[in-house]
Structure formats: C-alpha cells, structure tokens
C-alpha cells in the first residue's frame, strides 16, 4: 500500500516569498491533516479536512497561510506572504475516517527554510 | 483543553537493557493514546495506541506501552532496547468528544548505546 506523498521534499526561500507544499494521501482515506512541526517541538495541527471540507482550522494563521483539498484527495497548503518563523517541517498526514480513534499515516514532510 | 508533557528530552540506555520513556497527559472526557517514532528526515510512524481494554497495549518493533488512569501515564516500554531503535519518540493524545485531533508532546530523544 503507498504512503502519504508529499513534494517538495526541501524548500528554501527568502521572507516575504511565497511557497506552496503539495500533498497525496493514502488512497480511500477520507481525511487529511497539515501539521507544523518546528524544530524541538512536537507537530502542531494547522488543519483537518474530512473529504473537501474543513473540520478544524482554528490554528491555522489565516493572515498568511492557505489550504485547500479539491475533490477530496490532494490537498495544497500555501504560505504568503512568508516569514521566519514559518521556517519549520510542514507535515501531511491522512486516516480512513478522522474520529479520535483513527491512526494517522504521515507522509515524509516538507522542510521549508525562510532566510 | 488537552496536553501532553514527556518529562525527559533524552534517554540514554544500553544495547540489551530495557528501556522506558515517560508520557503523562491532560485531557478531558476519556483519552486515546498514541506513541510515534521519528527517524531523521522522515515522517512519524505509527508504532501503538490505547482505545479502550486492556491497559497493556503491544505494537510494532517489540515495543509496548502501559496506560494508568489513575497517573495519567501511558509509558511507552520495551524489555530489550536495540541500537537501531535510536530515534525521536513523541506521545499523542485524542479526545472522543469535541475537537478530536492529535496533540502531541515535544518528544524524547532514545539514544541506544552498543
């Protein structure tokens, strides 16, 4: 069974920039999360889709940053305008039906550097 | 709201001897519990969770994990540690109610030394 593909893989821009994280769950599962994971800390939940609609975004810095999951699958998180603290490893992560029960498959992460 | 502190940020053990790492948690209503294992420049992997029964819970690798109630622990074990088991492990907790996502502690770090 494949995994939670994510791309890229590593991300370097310049604050202020824009940047957008891709990412493609495991097949059937109905919901998707990004996490933010910085470096020492454990990921924090930026937002839940169950299919194409969203669950939980309430840590989700709305100013600057943007999801979406058209049809229900792929999903893209963006970022704009960028800063330094977003530098950190952006995490996709799906499972089959998003109750509190469910595990939680990770993809390998996008780590993004903002200079 | 819901948290999770993992006491230790490194644990340092010996090849064959077991190993412990701590996870206490907060949370109201009645907790799911999950450990995670990360390896360098990879994502988390699943290795166990508690639901509901039995208090001591068996998942991959040999490790295991004991829930207290009463502590608010669900520590994560395993009778034998190998080298490769060198990795950053973070506990997470759920609710069945409400908000239902993962909140993760800020992990240990498990140093295995030949």
């Known amino acids: 069974e494949a995994g939670v593909a994510q791309s890229p893989r590593y991300k370097i821009i310049e604050k202020r920039q824009s940047v957008a994280f891709w990412c493609n769950p495991i097949?059937?599962?109905?919901?998707l999360y990004w996490y933010q994971q910085i470096l020492g800390q454990g990921p924090k939940l930026l937002i839940q889709f169950q299919n194409n609609g969203v669950v939980d975004d309430s840590q989700l810095p709305k100013d600057r940053f943007s999801a979406e999951r058209l049809k229900g699958v792929d999903s893209t998180l963006k970022i704009q305008p960028a800063k330094l603290e977003d530098s950190a490893v952006y995490l996709c992560?799906?499972?089959?039906?998003?109750?509190?029960?469910?595990?939680?498959?990770f993809g390998p992460g996008t780590r993004l550097t903002v200079l | 709201a819901q948290s999770v502190a993992q006491p230790e940020d490194q644990v340092n053990v010996a090849e064959g001897n077991p190993l412990t790492v701590k996870c206490t948690y907060s949370v109201s209503g009645n907790p799911y519990l999950f450990w995670y294992v990360q390896y360098p420049n990879r994502g988390l992997q699943f290795l166990l969770k508690?639901?509901?029964?039995?208090?001591l819970v068996k998942g991959s690798y040999g490790f295991e994990a004991e829930f207290n109630k009463s502590q608010t622990s669900f520590h994560l074990k395993k009778p034998s540690a190998l080298v490769s088991d060198s990795a950053l492990y973070f506990c997470a907790v759920a609710r069945d109610t409400g908000r239902r996502a993962l909140t993760f502690g800020s992990g240990t770090r498990l140093q295995v030394q030949p």
């Open positions: 097949s059937g599962h109905a919901t």
């Open positions: 992560a799906s499972s089959l039906m998003g109750g509190g029960t469910d595990t939680q498959y």
């Open positions: 508690y639901i509901t029964g039995d208090n």
